[in-house]
C-alpha cells in the first residue's frame, strides 16, 4: 500500500468537528435525562451519526458502523451511559423506561457498537 493511500484512508476514518461535537454533545448526560422525547431523539441523533460517517466513509466501516464514531464513543465512556438506560430501574423495582422506544434504540445502539 502506498503511503498517499494510508494517509487517505487515515483522513477518511477521521470524525469531522461537527460530528464529534453533535455525537459528544447527543450522548453527554444522558443517563440524566428526564424526558422520554428529547432522550430518544438524543439517541436518534448518536445512531444517526454512526451510520451517517459510515457511508460517508465506505472504507472506514465496520458492518455500516464508522469505526471513528464507534471508537469515539466507547473511549469516552458512553457505552455505559447506554447500559444505564438499558437496566434502569424505578423506585419500585419496576423498568422505567420499560419496553419504550428509547431504551430499544439504546439496546440496538450498543449491539452496534459492541459488534
Known amino acids: 500500500i502506498t503511503t498517499d493511500k494510508v494517509e487517505q484512508e487515515q483522513e477518511q476514518e477521521e470524525l469531522s468537528d461537527l460530528s464529534v461535537s453533535l455525537l459528544c454533545g447527543a450522548l453527554d448526560g ?22 451517517s460517517s459510515a457511508n460517508t ?8 458502523v464508522s469505526k471513528s464514531a464507534k471508537n469515539l464513543i466507547i473511549d469516552l465512556g458512553f457505552v ?19 419496553d ?11 449491539s452496534l457498537i459492541e459488534a
Open 100 to 110: 419504550k422506544q428509547s431504551t430499544k434504540l439504546a439496546k440496538e445502539l450498543q
Open 80 to 98: 455505559d451511559g447506554l447500559s444505564s438506560i438499558i437496566s434502569e430501574t424505578g423506585d419500585e423495582g419496576i423498568d422505567k423506561h420499560n
Open 30 to 51: 444522558i443517563i440524566e435525562e428526564k424526558d422520554e422525547t428529547v432522550l430518544l431523539r438524543r439517541l436518534l441523533i448518536a445512531g444517526k451519526l454512526l451510520q
Open 57 to 64: 466513509y465506505v472504507c472506514a466501516t465496520e458492518g455500516g
